[in-house]
């Protein structure tokens, strides 16, 4: 079954932790993103990779970091230093960069913080 | 800065209507747009892509169109079904990643 993973589902953890969220896929895809959706709200975006061992940061990168070892993993850390964690997080990767193809997203990691 | 826009912002139809779902972008120096569908806790489903040399793609009941001079894409959805409430996203590419609209929540009522 070719698709994105991301584990786990439901996530909680307390105040001043760092956490890592996982994402892996199996589509050979060279580009992939993570996204934060909070209620209400579009998806914004944290980082993006578009080869291994090398990414940029999005538009709310801040208290976030990430990791591109391997064309088949993009791990995301939400660090102490990120104000308001607690939110959706979506992981997506697409064939080259976004230009003619779609992004294609896994289920997505609900994080608590408390 | 592209700002996505999605009108209405909550939608609710007997089941069997037609329905136009509206999205507006900012910067019409797009290279595609994308409708997604998303479930209640669950991730973004593509639904259609539109080029941005294209005017419209179709997949099944769905047909989304583009007007890239003037911003706008609407997703059409014909002969709608309860199983099509869900939230609608609209996004376009920013040059290396997806600017999303805030969504349209459709309920189709039985």
């Known amino acids: 079954d070719g698709g994105i993973t991301q584990s786990p589902k439901y996530l909680f953890r307390k105040e001043g932790q760092n956490v890592t969220l996982s994402c892996e896929q199996n589509?050979?895809?060279?580009?992939m993103y993570w996204y934060r959706q909070d209620p209400g709200q579009g998806l914004r975006l944290i980082y993006y990779?578009?080869?291994?061992?090398?990414?940029q940061k999005g538009d709310i990168a801040e208290g976030y970091s990430v990791s591109r070892e391997k064309k088949e993993s993009f791990p995301l850390t939400v660090t102490s230093a990120q104000k308001n964690p607690t939110a959706f997080y979506l992981c997506?990767?697409?064939?080259?960069?976004?230009?003619?193809?779609?992004?294609?997203f896994g289920p997505g990691t609900r994080l608590t913080v408390t | 800065k592209q700002e996505v826009t999605q009108i209405p912002a909550a939608l609710s139809v007997p089941e069997g209507e037609n329905l136009v779902l509206n999205c507006s972008f900012t910067d019409s120096a797009i290279y595609n747009l994308q409708w997604f569908r998303q479930d209640p806790g669950k991730g973004l489903t593509s639904l259609l892509l539109i080029q941005s040399s294209q005017r419209e793609q179709t997949s099944g009941r769905l047909n989304a169109s583009l007007d890239k001079s003037s911003g706008r894409s609407t997703l059409y959805i014909a002969a709608s079904q309860p199983g099509d409430s869900a939230t609608y996203l609209c996004?376009?590419?920013?040059?290396?990643?997806?600017?999303f609209g805030k969504g349209t929540s459709l309920l189709v009522t039985p």
């Open positions: 990779s578009q080869i291994v061992n090398d990414f």
């Open positions: 997506a990767s697409s064939p080259t960069g976004t230009e003619f193809y779609e992004q294609y």
């Open positions: 589509l050979n895809h060279d580009a």
């Open positions: 996004a376009v590419d920013s040059g290396y990643a997806l600017n």
